[in-house]
Structures are given as structure tokens and as C-alpha cells.
């Protein structure tokens, strides 16, 4: 039976390991956190492994980590998963990185005869607990159909972009977009109070025309009607991918207007606290500007 080894039991990790372990795969998870450990033992799966026997045990080693700095650690660093991973084996990482990082983990792995992805993830915490996640890969045509049985498991919508970091760069496009819609969600409904109207009913209206967005629906129903602020997504987590998909505008050259009055929007609104809370928060922060 294939061993499937994944690194990184957050809150999209989890359930994306725990569909894979119902898929009927022999999965061993691998956290800092050993609480997440004992949580997916109790699901089913196996864990409590030093991280060398974890990844030297496993064909396949899935990461889903939370900065690049941590990606950069656990694959390329010292005692990472490129120094015990066999060969012949399969690295996929699902995390929101740099693309430039990605071509430098591709390199060392084929030194060492191992196979390697970039897999980020949209869809949050829903589509990662549903198995519906959208997954844009970028990697060799053959290491994309090797992987094609596990993707499927855990998303609905899987694209091969193209060859190594291009998945990344839909990512970061996708997250510059939810960046966008987020800071138009929190001043709309602002604006919406400071002029007297209801925030239900300026939902439901917009929610009937073009006004309407994923973003919208999951802001205002799952957080802000709701006074929660837990996070599903941490905004500091987005800033961190609008930090990326502004690195990667200056590397394509491309001269964005709104892009970088919307990250300075969103470091602010880090810098006034709301950085472990969910990126909706940002709603909090434009009504705290007043």
C-alpha cells in the first residue's frame, strides 16, 4: 500500500489528510503541534513518528504549511524532508509560496532523484473538510498524472498549470483577487452603516446582482453577521499572499494601481491588532479608521 506522509495539521491539513486516510490511504501525519497528532489518531491515522522515519517511510510526502519560511525549512533545510526523502519518491506541497521558491526545491529535488509540485489550495476550511478544494499544480506532465489520484481526493477542481511555479502564480492571482474583494466587502458595508442602511438588507440586495462574490457570501454570512472573528483564513495569512503577489507583479513587470493601496490597507489593519483574527476582520479595522 502506498505511505503517504503529510507534514503540516492545520486547519487545512487536517481535513485534507483525514479525506486521503477515508480515500483508504495509509496516512502518517507530522505536526509541530503534537495535540494535531493526537487529534488525527483519534480520526484513524497513524502518527508519532520522528520526522526522518515519517519521510524515509513514505512514497508520497505531502506539506501544507502555514509561511514560506517554513516551507523553505522542512524541504530544503537542514535534516528536510530532501535529505531522507527515497528516491523515486513524490513531494507535493499545497502551501502559498513564492514561485521562485518552488524552482529552487524542483532543482535540488531531481538532484536527489525525487519528484516534485507546487499544489496550492483555495477553497478554505468548507472545501478542505468537503474534498472540493481547487488545487493549481505546476510541475512536470508526468508528476502531475502520478499525483492526478491524490488531488482528486482532496479538491474538485485540479489544474495543471503548466511546468514548476505556475501553479503558484494562479494562486497568488486568485489571492490578489480575494485581497481586493475583502477590502471591497469591509468598506462597502462601512459605507452601507455610516449612510443608514440595514447590513442585511444591503446583503441581500447586492447579493442579487453583480455586487455578488464568493467572498461576499462567506465574509458577511459565516463572520460578520455572525460576530466571529476566529479564523478560517487569518488575515495575516492573506497580507502574506498579497505581500507574494506583489513580489511577483515587480518580477513580471506589471505596474498594479489598486493592488498595493489594498496591502497597505491590510498592514495596517495588522499592525492594529487584527492579524489572528480572520481576513473578514478587515471590516473591523475600516469601521476602527473612523
Not at 487536517?14 to 480515500?23: D, G, I, V
Not at 505531502?62 to 523553505?72: G, R, S, Y
Not at 493601496?261 to 498592514?267: E, G, N, S, T
Given at each position: 500500500m502506498t505511505t503517504l506522509g503529510f507534514i503540516g495539521l492545520g486547519n487545512m491539513g487536517?481535513?485534507?489528510?483525514?479525506?486521503?486516510?477515508?480515500?483508504g490511504y495509509d496516512v502518517v501525519g507530522y505536526n509541530r503541534s503534537k495535540e494535531k497528532e493526537k487529534t488525527f489518531e483519534q480520526l484513524g491515522g497513524r502518527a508519532g513518528l520522528e520526522f526522518e522515519e515519517l519521510v524515509q517511510s513514505s512514497d508520497v510526502i505531502?506539506?501544507?504549511?502555514?509561511?514560506?519560511?517554513?516551507?523553505?525549512q522542512v524541504i530544503l533545510g537542514q535534516n528536510g524532508v530532501l535529505d531522507y526523502a527515497k528516491e523515486g519518491a513524490l513531494v507535493i506541497d499545497f502551501s502559498t509560496v513564492s514561485p521562485t521558491l518552488h524552482v529552487r526545491i524542483e532543482r535540488q529535488a531531481e538532484m536527489s532523484g525525487v519528484m516534485y509540485l507546487d499544489a496550492p489550495i483555495s477553497g478554505g476550511t468548507t472545501g478542505a473538510e468537503a474534498g472540493t478544494l481547487a488545487i493549481m499544480v505546476g510541475g512536470r506532465e508526468q508528476t502531475f498524472e502520478k499525483a492526478k489520484p491524490y488531488f482528486d481526493v482532496v479538491g474538485a477542481n485540479v489544474t495543471h498549470c503548466g511546468p514548476i511555479g505556475q501553479g503558484t502564480k494562479v494562486k497568488l492571482l486568485n489571492q490578489y483577487m480575494v485581497g481586493?474583494?475583502?477590502?471591497?466587502?469591509?468598506?462597502t458595508l462601512h459605507m452601507a452603516e455610516k449612510?443608514?442602511?440595514?447590513?442585511?438588507l444591503v446583503y441581500n440586495v447586492l447579493s442579487n446582482g453583480f455586487g455578488q462574490s464568493k467572498i461576499f457570501d462567506r465574509h458577511y454570512k459565516q463572520f460578520i453577521a455572525e460576530n466571529?472573528?476566529?479564523?478560517?483564513?487569518?488575515l495575516e495569512l492573506l497580507l502574506k499572499d498579497l505581500r507574494l503577489a506583489e513580489e511577483m507583479a515587480k518580477d513580471a513587470d506589471a505596474r498594479l494601481s489598486a493592488g498595493p493601496?489594498?496591502?497597505?490597507?491590510?498592514?495596517?489593519a495588522e499592525e492594529n491588532g487584527y492579524g489572528s483574527k480572520d481576513m473578514s476582520a478587515?471590516?473591523?479595522?475600516?469601521?476602527?479608521k473612523e
Open positions: 487536517m481535513p485534507m489528510a483525514h479525506n486521503l486516510l477515508k480515500a505531502m506539506t501544507c504549511l502555514p509561511m514560506p519560511e517554513d516551507v523553505e481586493l474583494h475583502t477590502a471591497a466587502v469591509g468598506e449612510s443608514g442602511l440595514d447590513r442585511d466571529k472573528d476566529e479564523p478560517g483564513f487569518a493601496i489594498v496591502l497597505d490597507l491590510f498592514k495596517a478587515l471590516y473591523q479595522h475600516v469601521k476602527d
